[in-house]
Protein backbone atom coordinates (compact mmCIF):
# COMPACT_ATOMS: atom_id res chain seq x y z
CA UNK A 1 0.00 0.00 0.00
CA UNK A 2 2.74 2.56 0.63
CA UNK A 3 4.96 1.95 -2.43
CA UNK A 4 1.11 2.83 -4.15
CA UNK A 5 1.43 6.00 -2.13
CA UNK A 6 4.59 6.37 -3.20
CA UNK A 7 3.98 5.52 -7.03
CA UNK A 8 1.56 8.58 -6.81
CA UNK A 9 4.58 11.02 -6.45
CA UNK A 10 5.68 10.17 -9.61
CA UNK A 11 4.82 12.46 -12.49
CA UNK A 12 4.29 10.15 -15.12
CA UNK A 13 1.19 8.51 -12.99
CA UNK A 14 -1.11 11.28 -13.98
CA UNK A 15 -0.88 10.22 -17.54
CA UNK A 16 -1.80 6.43 -17.10
CA UNK A 17 -4.34 7.52 -14.79
CA UNK A 18 -6.09 9.97 -17.78
CA UNK A 19 -5.47 7.61 -20.15
CA UNK A 20 -7.18 5.11 -18.11
CA UNK A 21 -10.09 6.83 -17.03
CA UNK A 22 -10.20 7.78 -21.15
CA UNK A 23 -10.27 4.05 -22.10
CA UNK A 24 -12.83 3.15 -19.40
CA UNK A 25 -15.27 5.76 -20.00
CA UNK A 26 -14.75 4.72 -24.01
CA UNK A 27 -15.79 0.95 -23.66
CA UNK A 28 -18.14 2.26 -21.26
CA UNK A 29 -20.11 3.44 -23.82
CA UNK A 30 -19.45 0.47 -25.88
CA UNK A 31 -20.51 -1.81 -23.64
CA UNK A 32 -17.61 -3.85 -23.78
CA UNK A 33 -17.36 -4.24 -27.34
CA UNK A 34 -14.20 -3.30 -29.81
CA UNK A 35 -12.25 -3.26 -26.50
CA UNK A 36 -9.46 -5.59 -28.35
CA UNK A 37 -9.92 -3.48 -31.59
CA UNK A 38 -9.79 0.29 -29.40
CA UNK A 39 -7.01 -1.40 -27.09
CA UNK A 40 -4.75 -2.09 -30.35
CA UNK A 41 -5.60 0.74 -32.53
CA UNK A 42 -4.92 2.49 -29.33
CA UNK A 43 -1.02 1.13 -29.23
CA UNK A 44 -0.67 1.62 -32.89
CA UNK A 45 -0.97 4.89 -33.23
CA UNK A 46 0.87 5.72 -29.55
CA UNK A 47 3.64 3.95 -30.78
CA UNK A 48 4.14 6.82 -33.83
CA UNK A 49 3.89 9.76 -31.47
CA UNK A 50 6.16 7.81 -28.40
CA UNK A 51 8.88 7.35 -30.99
CA UNK A 52 8.74 11.23 -31.70
CA UNK A 53 8.13 11.99 -28.33
CA UNK A 54 11.20 10.30 -26.62
CA UNK A 55 12.59 12.14 -29.01
CA UNK A 56 11.46 15.50 -28.52
CA UNK A 57 11.49 14.90 -24.58
CA UNK A 58 15.48 14.35 -24.88
CA UNK A 59 15.93 17.80 -26.46
CA UNK A 60 13.62 19.68 -23.53
CA UNK A 61 15.87 18.01 -20.93
CA UNK A 62 18.23 19.97 -22.35
CA UNK A 63 16.71 22.97 -20.67
CA UNK A 64 14.98 25.85 -21.42
CA UNK A 65 14.58 27.34 -25.24
CA UNK A 66 15.63 23.50 -26.59
CA UNK A 67 12.76 22.00 -28.48
CA UNK A 68 12.69 20.47 -32.06
CA UNK A 69 10.45 21.88 -34.63
CA UNK A 70 12.16 20.47 -37.47
CA UNK A 71 10.32 16.66 -36.18
CA UNK A 72 7.65 16.85 -38.72
CA UNK A 73 9.51 17.88 -41.67
CA UNK A 74 12.00 15.38 -40.88
CA UNK A 75 9.21 12.46 -40.62
CA UNK A 76 7.71 13.50 -44.24
CA UNK A 77 11.15 13.67 -45.92
CA UNK A 78 12.68 10.35 -44.49
CA UNK A 79 8.92 8.91 -44.86
CA UNK A 80 9.41 10.21 -48.66
CA UNK A 81 12.59 9.51 -49.56
CA UNK A 82 12.73 5.46 -47.97
CA UNK A 83 9.96 4.40 -50.19
CA UNK A 84 11.24 5.93 -52.97
CA UNK A 85 14.63 3.98 -52.56
CA UNK A 86 13.11 0.55 -51.78
CA UNK A 87 10.51 1.07 -54.81
CA UNK A 88 8.33 -1.76 -53.17
CA UNK A 89 11.23 -3.98 -53.49
CA UNK A 90 11.58 -6.47 -50.39
CA UNK A 91 15.51 -7.00 -50.58
CA UNK A 92 15.25 -2.69 -50.11
CA UNK A 93 13.92 -2.55 -46.70
CA UNK A 94 17.35 -2.75 -45.00
CA UNK A 95 19.01 0.19 -46.87
CA UNK A 96 15.51 2.59 -47.15
CA UNK A 97 15.98 1.88 -43.22
CA UNK A 98 19.47 2.92 -43.48
CA UNK A 99 18.79 5.91 -45.59
CA UNK A 100 15.95 7.08 -43.13
CA UNK A 101 18.47 6.56 -40.35
CA UNK A 102 21.36 8.66 -42.37
CA UNK A 103 18.74 11.66 -43.53
CA UNK A 104 18.32 11.71 -39.25
CA UNK A 105 21.95 12.69 -38.73
CA UNK A 106 21.93 15.20 -41.50
CA UNK A 107 19.09 16.55 -40.29
CA UNK A 108 20.26 16.30 -36.71
CA UNK A 109 24.27 17.72 -37.46
CA UNK A 110 22.23 20.46 -39.49
CA UNK A 111 20.34 21.81 -36.70
CA UNK A 112 23.27 21.75 -33.99
CA UNK A 113 25.38 23.27 -36.43
CA UNK A 114 23.07 26.41 -36.59
CA UNK A 115 22.77 26.26 -33.16
CA UNK A 116 26.05 26.17 -32.24
CA UNK A 117 27.38 28.23 -34.99
CA UNK A 118 25.43 30.96 -35.34
CA UNK A 119 23.93 31.28 -31.88
CA UNK A 120 20.37 31.26 -33.32
CA UNK A 121 17.72 29.98 -30.16
CA UNK A 122 17.16 26.28 -31.09
CA UNK A 123 13.21 27.00 -32.23
CA UNK A 124 14.63 29.49 -34.53
CA UNK A 125 17.19 27.09 -36.21
CA UNK A 126 14.97 24.08 -36.05
CA UNK A 127 12.13 26.19 -37.73
CA UNK A 128 14.57 27.20 -40.25
CA UNK A 129 15.63 24.04 -41.13
CA UNK A 130 12.43 22.31 -40.86
CA UNK A 131 11.48 25.00 -43.85
CA UNK A 132 14.66 23.47 -45.88
CA UNK A 133 14.15 19.88 -45.18
CA UNK A 134 9.86 20.39 -46.12
CA UNK A 135 11.03 21.88 -49.38
CA UNK A 136 13.39 18.76 -49.72
CA UNK A 137 10.40 16.93 -48.87
CA UNK A 138 8.25 18.39 -51.44
CA UNK A 139 11.08 18.37 -54.36
CA UNK A 140 11.88 14.64 -53.72
CA UNK A 141 8.15 13.69 -53.34
CA UNK A 142 6.66 15.38 -56.47
CA UNK A 143 2.77 14.12 -56.18
CA UNK A 144 3.83 10.28 -56.31
CA UNK A 145 2.78 8.06 -53.79
CA UNK A 146 5.02 4.52 -53.94
CA UNK A 147 3.46 2.12 -51.91
CA UNK A 148 5.86 0.17 -49.02
CA UNK A 149 7.39 -3.04 -49.56
CA UNK A 150 4.21 -6.01 -49.05
CA UNK A 151 6.66 -7.16 -46.29
CA UNK A 152 7.31 -3.90 -44.50
CA UNK A 153 3.42 -3.17 -44.70
CA UNK A 154 2.66 -6.21 -43.76
CA UNK A 155 4.79 -5.71 -40.80
CA UNK A 156 3.88 -2.50 -39.79
CA UNK A 157 0.01 -3.46 -39.83
CA UNK A 158 -0.29 -6.52 -37.95
CA UNK A 159 0.04 -7.97 -34.75
CA UNK A 160 2.23 -10.40 -32.86
CA UNK A 161 0.67 -12.07 -30.02
CA UNK A 162 -1.88 -9.68 -29.76
CA UNK A 163 0.32 -6.42 -29.38
CA UNK A 164 0.84 -4.21 -32.58
CA UNK A 165 4.31 -4.43 -33.96
CA UNK A 166 4.93 -1.26 -34.21
CA UNK A 167 4.37 -0.92 -30.47
CA UNK A 168 6.33 -3.50 -29.57
CA UNK A 169 9.20 -1.82 -31.50
CA UNK A 170 8.45 1.51 -29.41
CA UNK A 171 8.63 -0.49 -26.31
CA UNK A 172 11.86 -1.51 -27.07
CA UNK A 173 13.22 1.69 -28.24
CA UNK A 174 11.27 3.53 -25.19
CA UNK A 175 13.85 0.81 -23.22
CA UNK A 176 16.85 1.81 -24.93
CA UNK A 177 16.07 5.31 -24.15
CA UNK A 178 15.14 4.43 -20.44
CA UNK A 179 18.80 2.39 -20.18
CA UNK A 180 20.03 5.75 -21.76
CA UNK A 181 18.46 8.04 -19.43
CA UNK A 182 18.59 6.26 -16.28
CA UNK A 183 21.61 3.86 -16.27
CA UNK A 184 24.32 5.76 -18.28
CA UNK A 185 26.47 8.56 -17.90
CA UNK A 186 24.97 10.13 -21.09
CA UNK A 187 21.35 10.90 -18.89
CA UNK A 188 22.94 11.95 -16.22
CA UNK A 189 25.08 14.67 -18.11
CA UNK A 190 21.43 15.58 -20.01
CA UNK A 191 19.60 16.38 -16.82
CA UNK A 192 22.55 18.37 -15.36
CA UNK A 193 22.84 20.44 -18.57
CA UNK A 194 18.86 20.64 -18.00
CA UNK A 195 19.18 21.35 -14.53
CA UNK A 196 22.23 24.70 -15.23
CA UNK A 197 24.19 24.72 -18.16
CA UNK A 198 27.19 27.10 -16.79
CA UNK A 199 27.28 24.52 -13.91
CA UNK A 200 27.02 21.60 -15.64
CA UNK A 201 30.35 23.06 -17.88
CA UNK A 202 31.65 24.02 -14.65
CA UNK A 203 31.71 20.42 -13.41
CA UNK A 204 33.84 19.62 -16.56
CA UNK A 205 30.77 17.63 -18.88
CA UNK A 206 31.03 17.80 -22.20
CA UNK A 207 28.24 20.43 -22.50
CA UNK A 208 28.72 20.63 -27.07
CA UNK A 209 28.95 17.08 -26.88
CA UNK A 210 25.81 16.21 -25.33
CA UNK A 211 23.82 18.71 -26.74
CA UNK A 212 25.25 17.70 -30.43
CA UNK A 213 24.79 14.33 -29.77
CA UNK A 214 20.77 14.75 -28.21
CA UNK A 215 19.56 16.58 -31.06
CA UNK A 216 21.13 14.03 -33.34
CA UNK A 217 19.25 11.29 -31.48
CA UNK A 218 16.00 13.56 -31.92
CA UNK A 219 16.19 13.47 -35.82
CA UNK A 220 16.47 9.70 -35.87
CA UNK A 221 13.62 8.89 -33.85
CA UNK A 222 11.95 11.14 -35.64
CA UNK A 223 12.99 9.62 -39.25
CA UNK A 224 12.59 6.44 -38.24
CA UNK A 225 8.56 7.17 -36.86
CA UNK A 226 8.71 8.55 -40.01
CA UNK A 227 9.83 5.43 -41.90
CA UNK A 228 7.47 3.66 -40.11
CA UNK A 229 4.30 5.63 -40.18
CA UNK A 230 5.14 5.62 -44.35
CA UNK A 231 4.75 2.12 -43.86
CA UNK A 232 1.90 1.75 -41.94
CA UNK A 233 0.26 4.16 -43.35
CA UNK A 234 0.47 2.51 -47.59
CA UNK A 235 2.54 5.24 -48.53
CA UNK A 236 4.10 9.03 -47.61
CA UNK A 237 2.31 11.71 -48.19
CA UNK A 238 3.68 15.45 -47.93
CA UNK A 239 1.28 16.58 -44.82
CA UNK A 240 1.66 13.09 -42.55
CA UNK A 241 4.38 14.36 -40.13
CA UNK A 242 2.20 18.03 -39.39
CA UNK A 243 0.19 16.99 -36.44
CA UNK A 244 2.93 15.05 -34.67
CA UNK A 245 4.35 18.44 -34.30
CA UNK A 246 1.95 19.30 -31.23
CA UNK A 247 1.84 15.81 -30.66
CA UNK A 248 5.40 15.53 -29.75
CA UNK A 249 5.18 18.38 -27.94
CA UNK A 250 1.96 17.43 -25.74
CA UNK A 251 3.23 14.09 -24.74
CA UNK A 252 6.32 14.99 -23.53
CA UNK A 253 4.63 17.88 -21.38
CA UNK A 254 1.73 16.06 -20.25
CA UNK A 255 3.98 12.90 -19.84
CA UNK A 256 5.56 14.88 -16.39
CA UNK A 257 8.62 15.59 -18.63
CA UNK A 258 9.53 19.68 -16.58
CA UNK A 259 9.10 21.53 -19.65
CA UNK A 260 12.38 23.71 -17.47
CA UNK A 261 14.32 20.91 -18.80
CA UNK A 262 16.49 18.55 -16.08
CA UNK A 263 13.80 16.24 -15.42
CA UNK A 264 12.30 13.51 -17.79
CA UNK A 265 10.44 10.09 -17.58
CA UNK A 266 10.09 7.62 -20.27
CA UNK A 267 7.18 5.62 -19.00
CA UNK A 268 5.23 9.10 -18.45
CA UNK A 269 5.37 9.47 -22.38
CA UNK A 270 3.30 6.34 -23.19
CA UNK A 271 0.65 7.11 -20.70
CA UNK A 272 -0.14 10.33 -22.88
CA UNK A 273 0.24 8.86 -25.49
CA UNK A 274 -1.99 6.75 -25.25
CA UNK A 275 -4.17 9.26 -23.45
CA UNK A 276 -4.37 11.95 -26.37
CA UNK A 277 -5.25 8.89 -28.97
CA UNK A 278 -8.00 7.40 -26.79
CA UNK A 279 -9.70 11.51 -25.81
CA UNK A 280 -10.07 11.46 -29.50
CA UNK A 281 -11.27 8.17 -30.17
CA UNK A 282 -13.44 8.82 -26.94
CA UNK A 283 -15.08 11.53 -28.20
CA UNK A 284 -15.67 10.29 -31.82
CA UNK A 285 -17.79 7.31 -29.79
CA UNK A 286 -19.62 10.06 -28.29
CA UNK A 287 -20.59 10.83 -31.67
CA UNK A 288 -19.27 14.65 -31.38
CA UNK A 289 -18.36 16.71 -34.62
CA UNK A 290 -14.75 17.56 -35.14
CA UNK A 291 -15.25 21.34 -33.53
CA UNK A 292 -16.38 20.29 -30.25
CA UNK A 293 -13.58 17.05 -30.48
CA UNK A 294 -11.01 20.12 -31.10
CA UNK A 295 -12.60 22.06 -27.95
CA UNK A 296 -13.23 18.96 -25.54
CA UNK A 297 -8.72 18.09 -25.89
CA UNK A 298 -8.12 21.31 -25.79
CA UNK A 299 -9.83 21.70 -22.46
CA UNK A 300 -8.34 18.08 -21.55
CA UNK A 301 -4.50 18.70 -22.01
CA UNK A 302 -5.09 21.99 -19.85
CA UNK A 303 -7.28 20.41 -17.11
CA UNK A 304 -4.04 17.73 -17.31
CA UNK A 305 -1.23 19.81 -16.90
CA UNK A 306 -3.80 21.74 -14.47
CA UNK A 307 -3.78 19.23 -12.22
CA UNK A 308 -0.60 17.56 -12.83
CA UNK A 309 1.68 20.19 -13.31
CA UNK A 310 2.96 23.44 -11.47
CA UNK A 311 6.11 22.26 -10.66
CA UNK A 312 8.51 24.55 -12.01
CA UNK A 313 7.14 26.49 -15.17
CA UNK A 314 9.84 27.20 -18.42
CA UNK A 315 10.07 30.70 -17.45
CA UNK B 1 20.28 57.49 -21.13
CA UNK B 2 22.01 58.15 -24.68
CA UNK B 3 23.75 54.51 -24.51
CA UNK B 4 20.04 52.92 -23.91
CA UNK B 5 19.15 54.45 -26.50
CA UNK B 6 22.17 53.72 -28.76
CA UNK B 7 21.73 50.08 -27.91
CA UNK B 8 18.67 49.85 -28.50
CA UNK B 9 18.53 51.21 -31.77
CA UNK B 10 22.18 49.30 -32.58
CA UNK B 11 19.21 46.22 -32.43
CA UNK B 12 17.05 47.42 -34.80
CA UNK B 13 20.06 48.06 -37.78
CA UNK B 14 20.14 44.88 -38.56
CA UNK B 15 16.59 44.11 -38.98
CA UNK B 16 15.99 47.82 -40.97
CA UNK B 17 18.71 46.44 -43.31
CA UNK B 18 17.96 43.48 -43.85
CA UNK B 19 14.51 44.81 -45.25
CA UNK B 20 16.16 47.41 -47.45
CA UNK B 21 18.50 45.20 -49.02
CA UNK B 22 15.43 42.70 -49.87
CA UNK B 23 13.24 45.57 -51.21
CA UNK B 24 16.26 47.16 -53.05
CA UNK B 25 16.64 43.30 -54.15
CA UNK B 26 12.71 43.49 -55.28
CA UNK B 27 13.09 46.44 -57.00
CA UNK B 28 16.06 45.35 -59.20
CA UNK B 29 14.56 42.12 -59.85
CA UNK B 30 11.20 44.09 -60.66
CA UNK B 31 11.41 48.15 -61.34
CA UNK B 32 7.33 48.16 -62.04
CA UNK B 33 6.74 46.94 -58.00
CA UNK B 34 8.43 50.72 -57.35
CA UNK B 35 5.38 51.95 -57.64
CA UNK B 36 2.35 52.83 -54.84
CA UNK B 37 0.41 50.02 -56.43
CA UNK B 38 3.35 47.74 -56.63
CA UNK B 39 4.46 48.44 -52.82
CA UNK B 40 0.95 47.90 -52.13
CA UNK B 41 0.93 44.24 -53.35
CA UNK B 42 3.86 43.90 -51.71
CA UNK B 43 3.14 44.48 -48.43
CA UNK B 44 -0.69 44.02 -48.14
CA UNK B 45 -0.49 41.20 -46.03
CA UNK B 46 1.80 42.38 -43.82
CA UNK B 47 -0.76 44.30 -42.16
CA UNK B 48 -2.20 41.14 -40.28
CA UNK B 49 0.73 39.67 -40.12
CA UNK B 50 2.89 42.68 -38.06
CA UNK B 51 -0.46 42.77 -35.68
CA UNK B 52 -0.51 38.94 -34.77
CA UNK B 53 3.86 39.57 -34.85
CA UNK B 54 2.59 42.18 -32.17
CA UNK B 55 0.57 40.38 -30.06
CA UNK B 56 3.40 37.76 -30.07
CA UNK B 57 5.64 39.77 -28.51
CA UNK B 58 4.02 41.43 -25.96
CA UNK B 59 3.73 37.69 -24.86
CA UNK B 60 7.31 36.66 -25.35
CA UNK B 61 8.16 40.23 -22.97
CA UNK B 62 7.26 38.28 -19.93
CA UNK B 63 9.19 35.36 -20.94
CA UNK B 64 6.17 33.01 -21.98
CA UNK B 65 5.23 31.84 -25.29
CA UNK B 66 2.23 31.70 -27.55
CA UNK B 67 1.30 28.66 -29.60
CA UNK B 68 -2.10 29.52 -30.22
CA UNK B 69 -1.75 32.76 -31.94
CA UNK B 70 -1.98 31.26 -35.11
CA UNK B 71 -5.64 29.34 -34.58
CA UNK B 72 -6.87 32.43 -32.35
CA UNK B 73 -6.06 34.68 -35.25
CA UNK B 74 -7.90 32.03 -37.26
CA UNK B 75 -11.20 32.18 -34.85
CA UNK B 76 -10.89 35.84 -34.91
CA UNK B 77 -11.12 36.00 -38.72
CA UNK B 78 -14.21 33.52 -38.73
CA UNK B 79 -15.72 35.64 -35.59
CA UNK B 80 -15.31 38.91 -38.13
CA UNK B 81 -16.88 37.37 -41.11
CA UNK B 82 -19.85 36.17 -39.24
CA UNK B 83 -20.89 38.05 -36.64
CA UNK B 84 -19.35 40.86 -36.99
CA UNK B 85 -20.95 41.52 -39.94
CA UNK B 86 -24.40 40.20 -39.38
CA UNK B 87 -24.64 40.72 -35.84
CA UNK B 88 -22.19 43.52 -34.66
CA UNK B 89 -23.41 44.29 -31.34
CA UNK B 90 -22.67 40.34 -31.16
CA UNK B 91 -19.28 39.99 -33.01
CA UNK B 92 -18.38 42.39 -30.79
CA UNK B 93 -19.48 40.82 -26.99
CA UNK B 94 -17.60 37.48 -28.77
CA UNK B 95 -14.29 39.15 -29.38
CA UNK B 96 -14.22 41.12 -26.15
CA UNK B 97 -14.77 37.79 -24.39
CA UNK B 98 -11.83 36.57 -26.56
CA UNK B 99 -9.38 39.34 -25.24
CA UNK B 100 -10.64 38.19 -21.54
CA UNK B 101 -10.17 34.81 -22.28
CA UNK B 102 -6.48 35.79 -22.92
CA UNK B 103 -6.35 37.99 -19.88
CA UNK B 104 -7.61 34.60 -17.93
CA UNK B 105 -4.99 32.33 -19.39
CA UNK B 106 -1.90 34.85 -18.41
CA UNK B 107 -3.85 35.00 -14.63
CA UNK B 108 -3.93 31.08 -15.22
CA UNK B 109 -0.19 30.70 -16.18
CA UNK B 110 1.02 32.86 -13.22
CA UNK B 111 -1.02 31.78 -10.85
CA UNK B 112 -0.44 27.74 -11.00
CA UNK B 113 3.16 28.56 -12.54
CA UNK B 114 2.04 26.56 -15.49
CA UNK B 115 4.35 26.29 -18.78
CA UNK B 116 2.75 29.01 -21.23
CA UNK B 117 4.02 26.44 -23.82
CA UNK B 118 1.49 23.78 -22.77
CA UNK B 119 -1.44 25.84 -22.25
CA UNK B 120 -1.30 27.82 -25.56
CA UNK B 121 -0.83 24.05 -27.11
CA UNK B 122 -4.14 23.51 -25.43
CA UNK B 123 -5.74 26.61 -26.13
CA UNK B 124 -5.11 26.17 -29.90
CA UNK B 125 -7.08 23.08 -30.17
CA UNK B 126 -10.13 25.32 -28.20
CA UNK B 127 -9.72 28.45 -30.43
CA UNK B 128 -9.18 25.54 -33.63
CA UNK B 129 -12.39 24.08 -32.46
CA UNK B 130 -14.59 27.51 -32.33
CA UNK B 131 -13.77 28.50 -35.66
CA UNK B 132 -14.71 25.12 -36.90
CA UNK B 133 -17.75 25.56 -35.18
CA UNK B 134 -18.79 28.60 -36.70
CA UNK B 135 -17.28 28.08 -39.94
CA UNK B 136 -17.29 24.35 -41.15
CA UNK B 137 -16.59 25.25 -44.53
CA UNK B 138 -14.69 28.33 -45.53
CA UNK B 139 -17.29 31.13 -46.60
CA UNK B 140 -18.64 34.21 -44.97
CA UNK B 141 -17.95 37.80 -46.22
CA UNK B 142 -16.10 40.99 -44.38
CA UNK B 143 -18.05 43.63 -43.25
CA UNK B 144 -18.07 46.48 -45.60
CA UNK B 145 -16.15 48.70 -43.12
CA UNK B 146 -13.03 46.52 -42.97
CA UNK B 147 -13.42 46.13 -46.65
CA UNK B 148 -12.83 49.92 -46.52
CA UNK B 149 -10.38 50.08 -44.17
CA UNK B 150 -8.10 47.81 -45.78
CA UNK B 151 -8.58 48.90 -48.70
CA UNK B 152 -8.73 52.91 -48.74
CA UNK B 153 -5.94 54.61 -50.67
CA UNK B 154 -4.60 57.46 -48.57
CA UNK B 155 -2.10 60.06 -50.46
CA UNK B 156 1.74 59.42 -50.92
CA UNK B 157 2.20 56.15 -49.45
CA UNK B 158 -0.03 52.63 -49.90
CA UNK B 159 -2.44 51.72 -46.69
CA UNK B 160 0.23 48.68 -46.01
CA UNK B 161 2.79 50.87 -45.38
CA UNK B 162 0.81 53.52 -43.70
CA UNK B 163 -0.78 50.90 -41.36
CA UNK B 164 2.67 49.00 -40.82
CA UNK B 165 3.92 52.37 -39.17
CA UNK B 166 0.87 53.62 -37.08
CA UNK B 167 1.03 50.09 -35.96
CA UNK B 168 4.90 50.12 -34.79
CA UNK B 169 4.62 53.84 -33.41
CA UNK B 170 1.31 52.92 -31.33
CA UNK B 171 3.22 49.53 -30.34
CA UNK B 172 6.36 51.41 -29.42
CA UNK B 173 4.76 54.01 -27.26
CA UNK B 174 3.01 51.18 -25.47
CA UNK B 175 5.81 48.94 -24.82
CA UNK B 176 8.57 51.36 -24.39
CA UNK B 177 7.31 54.46 -23.82
CA UNK B 178 4.63 54.22 -20.95
CA UNK B 179 5.10 52.61 -17.45
CA UNK B 180 2.94 49.71 -18.08
CA UNK B 181 4.92 48.57 -20.59
CA UNK B 182 8.51 48.70 -19.03
CA UNK B 183 6.45 47.00 -16.08
CA UNK B 184 5.93 44.26 -18.59
CA UNK B 185 9.11 44.38 -19.51
CA UNK B 186 10.24 44.59 -16.39
CA UNK B 187 8.27 40.84 -15.43
CA UNK B 188 10.06 39.53 -18.48
CA UNK B 189 13.49 40.74 -17.27
CA UNK B 190 13.89 40.06 -13.64
CA UNK B 191 10.23 39.23 -12.09
CA UNK B 192 11.37 39.22 -8.66
CA UNK B 193 12.59 42.86 -7.75
CA UNK B 194 9.67 43.85 -9.85
CA UNK B 195 7.35 41.81 -7.00
CA UNK B 196 9.50 43.27 -4.18
CA UNK B 197 9.18 46.49 -5.73
CA UNK B 198 5.75 46.28 -4.75
CA UNK B 199 3.97 45.76 -8.32
CA UNK B 200 1.73 43.07 -8.39
CA UNK B 201 2.67 40.35 -11.41
CA UNK B 202 -0.34 38.91 -11.74
CA UNK B 203 -1.64 42.06 -13.04
CA UNK B 204 1.33 42.86 -15.28
CA UNK B 205 0.83 39.33 -16.89
CA UNK B 206 -2.69 39.51 -17.28
CA UNK B 207 -2.30 43.03 -18.74
CA UNK B 208 0.48 41.78 -20.87
CA UNK B 209 -1.69 38.74 -22.25
CA UNK B 210 -4.92 40.91 -22.76
CA UNK B 211 -3.09 43.37 -24.86
CA UNK B 212 -1.54 40.80 -26.74
CA UNK B 213 -4.95 39.29 -27.63
CA UNK B 214 -6.25 42.69 -28.59
CA UNK B 215 -3.44 43.14 -31.25
CA UNK B 216 -4.55 39.49 -32.48
CA UNK B 217 -8.00 40.42 -32.89
CA UNK B 218 -6.62 43.45 -34.64
CA UNK B 219 -4.72 40.67 -37.11
CA UNK B 220 -7.53 38.48 -37.70
CA UNK B 221 -10.30 41.27 -38.43
CA UNK B 222 -7.34 43.17 -40.71
CA UNK B 223 -7.14 39.48 -42.50
CA UNK B 224 -10.76 39.17 -43.18
CA UNK B 225 -10.63 42.73 -44.59
CA UNK B 226 -7.71 41.60 -47.38
CA UNK B 227 -9.04 37.99 -48.01
CA UNK B 228 -12.81 38.92 -47.98
CA UNK B 229 -13.79 35.57 -46.55
CA UNK B 230 -12.81 33.39 -43.54
CA UNK B 231 -11.44 29.91 -43.38
CA UNK B 232 -10.80 28.07 -39.70
CA UNK B 233 -7.66 27.10 -40.58
CA UNK B 234 -6.88 30.45 -42.39
CA UNK B 235 -4.15 31.83 -40.25
CA UNK B 236 -2.11 28.72 -38.94
CA UNK B 237 1.06 29.63 -40.14
CA UNK B 238 0.75 32.54 -38.41
CA UNK B 239 2.10 31.26 -34.86
CA UNK B 240 5.36 30.29 -36.30
CA UNK B 241 5.54 33.57 -38.85
CA UNK B 242 4.93 35.38 -35.56
CA UNK B 243 7.90 34.21 -33.35
CA UNK B 244 10.04 34.27 -36.74
CA UNK B 245 9.39 38.14 -36.90
CA UNK B 246 9.61 38.52 -33.38
CA UNK B 247 13.14 37.16 -33.33
CA UNK B 248 14.23 39.15 -36.82
CA UNK B 249 13.29 42.44 -35.18
CA UNK B 250 16.17 41.51 -32.67
CA UNK B 251 13.51 40.01 -29.61
CA UNK B 252 14.64 37.65 -27.47
CA UNK B 253 12.56 34.89 -25.93
CA UNK B 254 13.55 35.52 -22.81
CA UNK B 255 14.96 38.58 -20.51
CA UNK B 256 12.02 41.05 -21.78
CA UNK B 257 13.68 42.10 -24.45
CA UNK B 258 11.65 43.05 -27.40
CA UNK B 259 11.51 46.15 -29.56
CA UNK B 260 7.96 46.51 -31.18
CA UNK B 261 9.61 48.69 -34.52
CA UNK B 262 11.57 46.16 -34.85
CA UNK B 263 8.77 43.43 -34.88
CA UNK B 264 6.68 44.82 -37.57
CA UNK B 265 9.83 45.04 -39.83
CA UNK B 266 10.40 41.68 -39.11
CA UNK B 267 7.11 41.03 -39.90
CA UNK B 268 7.62 42.88 -43.45
CA UNK B 269 10.94 41.45 -43.81
CA UNK B 270 8.95 38.11 -43.78
CA UNK B 271 6.51 38.95 -45.81
CA UNK B 272 8.55 40.34 -48.66
CA UNK B 273 10.86 37.08 -48.82
CA UNK B 274 7.58 35.58 -50.16
CA UNK B 275 7.78 38.45 -52.55
CA UNK B 276 10.94 38.12 -53.38
CA UNK B 277 11.36 34.12 -54.09
CA UNK B 278 8.76 34.57 -56.67
CA UNK B 279 10.07 37.28 -58.73
CA UNK B 280 13.25 34.99 -58.46
CA UNK B 281 11.13 32.52 -60.27
CA UNK B 282 12.23 29.88 -57.97
CA UNK B 283 10.98 26.63 -58.17
CA UNK B 284 7.99 26.64 -56.15
CA UNK B 285 8.97 23.49 -54.41
CA UNK B 286 11.90 25.29 -52.83
CA UNK B 287 9.83 28.53 -52.05
CA UNK B 288 9.30 27.18 -48.38
CA UNK B 289 13.05 26.18 -48.30
CA UNK B 290 14.47 29.76 -49.16
CA UNK B 291 12.35 31.59 -46.52
CA UNK B 292 14.44 29.19 -44.23
CA UNK B 293 17.72 30.24 -45.75
CA UNK B 294 16.86 33.64 -45.72
CA UNK B 295 15.83 33.52 -41.96
CA UNK B 296 19.37 31.68 -41.38
CA UNK B 297 21.48 34.28 -43.45
CA UNK B 298 19.47 37.69 -41.53
CA UNK B 299 20.41 35.94 -37.97
CA UNK B 300 23.86 35.14 -39.32
CA UNK B 301 23.79 38.47 -40.27
CA UNK B 302 22.75 39.89 -36.32
CA UNK B 303 25.14 37.44 -34.66
CA UNK B 304 27.79 39.25 -36.79
CA UNK B 305 26.79 42.74 -35.71
CA UNK B 306 26.20 41.53 -32.32
CA UNK B 307 30.30 40.96 -32.20
CA UNK B 308 30.87 43.68 -34.05
CA UNK B 309 28.75 45.84 -30.95
CA UNK B 310 31.29 43.78 -28.48
CA UNK B 311 34.26 44.28 -29.86
CA UNK B 312 33.55 48.52 -29.75
CA UNK B 313 32.40 47.94 -26.36
CA UNK B 314 35.64 46.35 -24.95
CA UNK B 315 37.46 49.28 -26.89
Not at chain 1, 80 to 96: D, F, Q, R, S
Not at chain 2, 113 to 123: F, K, R
Not at chain 2, 133 to 161: C, E, Q
Amino acid sequence: MNALVLQFGKPWIWSWLAAFVVWFLTIMVTGGAGTLGLSQAALTFAAFSVIVGIGQMFVITLGPGNIDLSVPATMTLAGTVALKLMNVENGMILPGLLLAVLIGLGVGLCNYTLIKALRIPPIIATLSMSFIVQSAAIWTNRGLRIKPPSVLAEFTTTNTLGVPNVAIIAFLISILAWILLEKTIYGRWISAIGQSMPAARMAGIPVDGTRFVTYLFCAVLASISGYLLACFSGGAALNMGAEYLLMSIAVVVIGGTAVAGGDSNVPGIWGASLFMFLVVSMLNTYGLGAGIRLIMTGLIIISVIMLAGGRRGMR
Amino acid sequence: MTFRLSSDAIRLVIPALSLSLLLAAVFWLQPRAMSYIGLNLLFNLAVPIALATIAQMLVMAVNDLDLSMGAFVSFVACVTATFLRDAPVIGILILAGAVAAYAAIGVVIHLRDLPSIVVTLGMSFVWGGLAVLLLPAPGGRAPDWVRWLMTVKPPLAPMAIVASIIIAVIAHFIVKRSSLGVLIRGVGGNQRSVERAGWSIVAARATAYALAGLFAVLAGIALVGLTTSADANIALRYTLLSIAGVILGGGEFIGGRVSPIGAVIGALTLTLAGSFLSFLRISPDWQIGAQGAILIIVLALRLMLNRLEKREKRR
